[in-house]
């Protein structure tokens, strides 16, 4: 599960030499014949392991109480409110994206949810088929030509690539929400936020178990879900090996809960 948590504190400089470190991993060769680069999968290993072990422990019963015990309207409510809490971060990526129609598409999506949809409690903008265009600081970086690099797993956050692992760090700073939110209002968004991935597990949850719990080998199966569906929403080439990253789009045992 990504549990995103906002952070209004300007990076430090350990976290910059961090960041400078992952862009300039970012210019590693492509993938080789096997289709990915995953030159520290023994560590990658252990920490899937432990993301494993708390899903297990915590996440899993966690979001399967939040499920079966709060209702379905409020559940989708709360994941209203937090799904509009990341637009004007999308807003952001649009621009730097150069992406002015969709930056005007989310833009008139969280003023009509913000307002008609009570603070984004409700989403009358789907109901207009106004949908969200997605865009992160992963996808910046895409767009401008910025490589994968390496496959590397996150603690808690799960699956990504040196790219993404920029993206993710640039997207929690620079999240226009929590830059403007007072502290207090921020503990309510991270907590919608955490709920939200909860809720998503619950809905996936068959997807999800059968991945982590019912593969061979987890890791591996986790590794190619992400980089298939990750290298379709950015539009990249199939990979090396003739693997097609198009043939399950939407086959993405994180798609909420860990993004």
């Not at 948590?5 to 976290?15: D, F, L, M, Q």
């Not at 995953?38 to 996440?59: C, G, M, S, T, Y």
């Not at 993404?164 to 929400?177: E, H, I, N």
């Not at 997807?207 to 591996?220: I, P």
Request: with cysteine.
């Amino acid at each position: 599960m990504r549990i995103f948590a906002n952070i209004s504190r300007p990076v430090s400089k350990i976290g910059a030499i961090g960041l400078v470190g992952l862009l300039a991993a970012c210019a590693q060769p492509a993938p080789g014949p096997s289709g990915f680069h995953d030159p520290n999968e023994p560590r990658n290993r252990k920490i899937h392991d432990f993301n494993r072990k708390v899903d297990q422990a915590v996440l899993r019963p966690a979001s399967g109480a939040y499920g079966s015990t709060i209702p379905k309207p409020v559940r989708t409510g709360v994941s209203n409110f937090s799904s509009n809490l990341g637009l004007p971060s999308a807003v952001l990526n649009n621009l730097l994206q150069a992406d002015l129609r969709g930056a005007v598409h989310n833009t008139t999506r969280f003023f009509i949810n913000s307002t008609v949809g009570l603070g984004g409690l409700f989403d009358p903008a789907s109901g207009a088929k106004v949908y969200e265009v997605e865009a992160d600081f992963g996808g910046t970086l895409a767009k401008w030509g910025f490589a994968e690099g390496a496959y590397v797993e996150l603690p808690l956050a799960g699956p990504s690539t040196n790219r993404d692992a920029v993206g993710l760090l640039v997207d929690l700073v620079t999240d226009p929400v929590g830059q403007v939110l007072p502290r207090g209002e921020k503990y309510i968004a991270t907590t919608t936020t955490v709920l939200d991935a909860m809720n998503s597990r619950y809905t996936f949850t068959d997807t999800v178990d059968s991945v982590l719990y019912e593969s061979a080998d987890s890791y591996a199966q986790l590794r190619l879900f992400y980089l298939q569906n990750r290298r379709f929403e950015l539009g990249e080439e199939a990979s090396a090996d003739g693997v097609d990253p198009y043939s399950d789009p939407y086959f993405d045992p994180y798609e909420d809960p860990y993004e």
